[in-house]
């Protein structure tokens, strides 16, 4: 006996659905593709920073914004619903969080 015969692709399969279905029942929604969204800069183009929404059924709702490390300019603002985490994108990082009532700024640094 090898250790490929102890592999159950059926298995694998059935502990996914049930781990899905159990985030679902928490009211959670796995993160999917198409949900990591990026805040880019107005004006020289460059990503700065990645979002992933997790709990887009969250009520809460946010407007964010980042500075950009290269030119100094900021990327457009990215209304989001729901919760979301945040990090820099290659070679950046997040130094600061400017929040205001209606958007909330990363400052971010290159490295
Ligand atoms: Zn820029």
Known sequence: MSIDDLYDPNLEAAQERARITASERAGLTPIQDGQKLHLTCSACGKAIVEVWITHPKDPRQSN???????????????PVNGVF???GENGIYIIDIETLPNLTTFITKAR
């Open 64 to 78: 964010l914004a980042a500075t950009c490390p290269f030119c100094g300019d900021k990327s457009y603002p990215l």
């Open 85 to 87: 985490h945040v990090a």
